[in-house]
């Protein structure tokens, strides 16, 4: 039987490092990871595509912490 992995390899737009990403698909590892509106706006704007678990923890609650939102947009936009 075959399985088809909906999990691409992508490269971090900050770092380098290879990690996979469910591109559009609903159950990324990044949907777990709570960011503020303005940390999201900030990571679209400065980086040209997703980030790896250990540079998105970076901005895991430090800009806005007041309007934390869950990262499932950013998982939709940057994809």
């Known amino acids: 039987m ?3 992995s909906l999990a691409m390899e992508k490269k971090c737009s900050k770092c380098g490092t290879a990690f ?3 591109n559009d698909s609903p159950g990324c590892w990044c949907e777990t990871i709570p960011l503020s509106k303005t940390s999201l ?3 679209k704007r400065v980086y040209e595509n997703c980030l790896c678990p250990a ?6 609650n430090k ?3 007041r309007d934390k939102q869950h ?3 950013a998982h939709k936009t940057m994809s």
């Open 41 to 43: 706006d900030v990571i």
């Open 63 to 65: 800009i806005g912490d």
């Open 71 to 73: 990262n499932t947009e």
């Open 20 to 22: 996979g990403c469910q």
């Open 2 to 4: 075959f399985y088809l």
């Open 55 to 60: 540079c998105l923890k970076g901005y895991e």
